[in-house]
């Protein structure tokens, strides 16, 4: 999951200056974004947990948020989420 989240936030800073992302790098975004997705069927429901953490995937797939928007939520996810980091 942590690799994924990597890949979907190097598309985001390389393309940080542009007014919209090439149509392909955002499908990559999606492509990553699924498989986040997908694994977090295995995430526990207590506490909201799984919830939650869909919510936070849901900015990044939002075609109105902007990339330097999206680079924030990584990082936000990064730090809530310390499955993500290997721990």
Known sequence: MGESLRQVERLLVHNYSSVSMPFAAQGLVLCHVHHLRSCSLYLPSKNNLRNRFLEDLRDLD???????QKILTCERMRWCWAFLNGE
Do not use: E
């Open 62 to 68: 939002d075609p109105n948020m902007t990339v330097q």
